[in-house]
């Protein structure tokens, strides 16, 4: 079946440090691929998408390549900041069954 | 005023009490969906519904019932609280494959 596999938590970085956090799926078909951010006490929100291979999704210094032949969508960001901190989720959507499948969750602390 | 929003926030409840979580939306997507979030498990799909008519399973909807009962609407039911349902649940909204989800703020629940 589909499904998102993210790299495990927590990470915890210095300010200013670059990061990155796997995520690959498993897919049948041509999902669209999501990055979702959540901060503490708060729901999920949208960080980035791409649609298609080979699309790059950028946001907030944020970016991520949807890389069909190693079925990757991993988030990079050059320079972190204490401000980043929070649970980042990959997920993917198919229009096929209409399914948002999310992966486990990485955590992420910047300290200063 | 949030594009989707759950009522309530934050109950607590007893076993074998039936209990109702609502959304309501502003997006006019025909898409919604309810999860619930545990740790290190990540986002859980209970059910999804593409219209008023059309309500679907997800991985984890033993326990749980919907109703859809306008595009702007769906709720979200326990019939007989159990403990293992404690969770944080988030409803979110979709228009389709390419546009990402929306999600409301959550509601936490805990069955004692």
């Known amino acids: 079946g589909n499904s998102v596999t993210q790299m495990e938590g927590p990470v915890t970085l210095s300010e200013e440090a670059f990061l990155t956090i796997n995520c690959t799926y498993t897919a049948t078909g041509y999902p669209s691929l999501f990055w979702y951010v959540q901060y503490p006490g708060e729901g999920l929100q949208l960080l980035l998408k791409?649609?298609?291979?080979?699309d790059k999704g950028s946001n907030k210094g944020f970016e991520a390549t949807y890389r069909k032949e190693t079925t990757s969508f991993h988030l990079e960001k050059g320079s972190v900041q204490v401000s980043d901190s929070a649970v980042y989720f990959c997920a993917l959507h198919y229009n096929q069954g209409g399914k948002l499948i999310f992966g486990q969750g990485t955590e992420l602390s910047v300290k200063p | 005023d949030a594009d989707v929003t759950q009522t309530p926030r934050n109950r607590i409840t007893k076993t074998g009490k039936r209990i109702m979580l609502e959304c309501s939306q502003t997006k006019g997507h025909d898409r919604m969906y309810w999860y619930r979030q545990d740790p290190g498990l990540g986002l859980r799909l209970i059910y999804y519904?593409?219209?008023?008519?059309?309500?679907n399973k997800g991985e984890i909807s033993d326990g749980y019932s919907v109703s859809r009962q306008a595009q702007a609407k769906f709720s979200l039911s326990l019939e007989s609280a159990i403990p293992n349902q404690t969770a944080l649940y988030f409803c979110a909204t979709s228009e389709g494959q390419a546009g990402g989800a929306f999600f409301g703020q959550g509601t936490r629940l805990t069955v004692v």
């Open positions: 519904s593409f219209d008023v008519k059309d309500i």
């Open positions: 791409a649609t298609k291979a080979d």
